[in-house]
């Protein structure tokens, strides 16, 4: 899935900062391709959970807005604004924030924390 903020609001970005920005949308690829496998190569092992099943409907959280990436050596926090359709339908937006540490060359995801609203509310 492509990316939906503006090329514009990453211009700026250091290579790390697109790096830690790419784990984050891996992880999301691998949400609405139900690919737990993707989806657990990209967190940090003792960070691994085992989600239920995701139901039959189509997924996808798509980042929107403008994203902030700030890295410290091997640390790196992502705030991404998103939208979360169900089925092509917008369902709830909100943020999710981000934490990552580098690894052996790769950003793996230890901590996620989000908000989440209906669109107005």
């Known amino acids: 899935m492509a990316s939906r ?22 992880f999301l690829d691998g949400i609405r391709l139900r690919d737990k496998a993707q989806m657990h190569a990209l967190v940090l092992p003792r960070r691994r959970r085992h989600p239920p099943s995701p139901p039959s409907r189509e997924m996808a959280e798509p980042i929107t807005g403008d ?30 924030i981000w934490s990552l540490v580098k690894q052996d060359g790769r950003w793996l995801i230890t901590g996620l924390v989000d908000n989440s609203h209906k669109p107005g509310a």
């Open 5 to 26: 903020y503006s090329p514009a609001s990453v211009a700026g970005f250091s290579d790390e900062q697109r790096a830690v920005l790419a784990a984050v949308e891996r």
């Open 67 to 96: 994203p902030v990436v700030l890295v410290d050596r091997e640390i790196a926090m992502a705030w991404t604004p998103y939208e979360f359709l169900v089925d092509g339908t917008l369902d709830h937006v909100g943020t999710d």
